[in-house]
């Protein structure tokens, strides 16, 4: 996988490549002034999957044997457990440990949390709202919050351009260890790397305090990492974009509109992956079964 992964890349692709990591770090920094800065990384983030259809398929290789449907299913379900768990061991671990950090993040949440649930029964003069813009400004706020969660999964494909430019670096400075075969440290630490950069990317858009910034800093270079060895856990770009969008998405819910919205889309996950478990286990043994029948049959 690695050397699919670092294989040459046309000029096109490398501008576009750079235009998705180095140039999304510069218009995060920019959005803090510039509402057009924040326009211009949602438009980069929605040409970013045109990005990733093109390297998706350095994550495999031609020996890899295509999934079937209910195994896709199952390799989502097992990842998004994965993630869930993970983060919310990263969630406690912040909590006791950057205190600062938690206190304001919990403060903005809150506060967030209140605007949305904000009803206006009426204007400044008394008069009742339209119930048609009330519905729209409804519908623009949560379709607004959907929209950012459904972009910040491909996020993914930032980091697997990150990664992929990386690893041609390594590449070009360290011919002789490359050529020997011993390529796994230069995959750790471009994993290592970019799961850095996910957490200072995120404390690009808003000034803070340091006591604040390094428990940002920390927290989500946690998640990069657990969202990096997912994608090369199960070597699917698509599948860790869809975990991160759902997540984000569900934490969204949990926080503002459906409580334990995150819990409860884990325990379907959980529910359905054992009972997409218990379909193969079954088809496996019988398939076993079938081939054992005609063995004995060819014995004689």
Known sequence: MISNLAKPLSKKLLFAMLIVTMGVEILLYLSRYSYMASSLYDGVMVGSFFIGWKLYRRLGSSADSPKRPRQRMMQFTGAFLVFFLGSTVINIYSTNTFQAFSDDYDQYVQDYAETQSFEVDGD????????????????????????????????????????????????KLFPKRWESGRRDLFLMLSLFLTSILFGVDHTLDTE?????????????????????????????????????????????LSWYYIDYAVE??????????????TIEKIKKRRITKEMGAVELAQWP
């Open 124 to 171: 400044e003069e008394g008069a009742p709202i339209d119930p048609v813009w009330s519905f729209f400004d409804k519908v623009d706020t949560i379709g607004s919050d959907l929209y950012a969660d459904t972009l910040a999964g491909l996020e993914e494909v930032w980091r697997l351009s990150y990664m992929i430019i990386i690893l041609i670096v390594f590449k």
């Open 208 to 252: 803070q305090p340091w006591s604040i910034r390094i428990g940002a800093i920390v927290t989500f270079a946690n998640m990069g990492l657990l969202f990096g060895l997912i994608l090369l856990w199960t070597r699917n770009l698509w599948v860790t974009v869809l975990v991160h969008s759902i997540y984000d998405i569900t934490a969204t």
């Open 264 to 277: 409860f889309f884990a325990l379907g996950c959980f529910v359905l992956h054992m009972i997409l478990f």
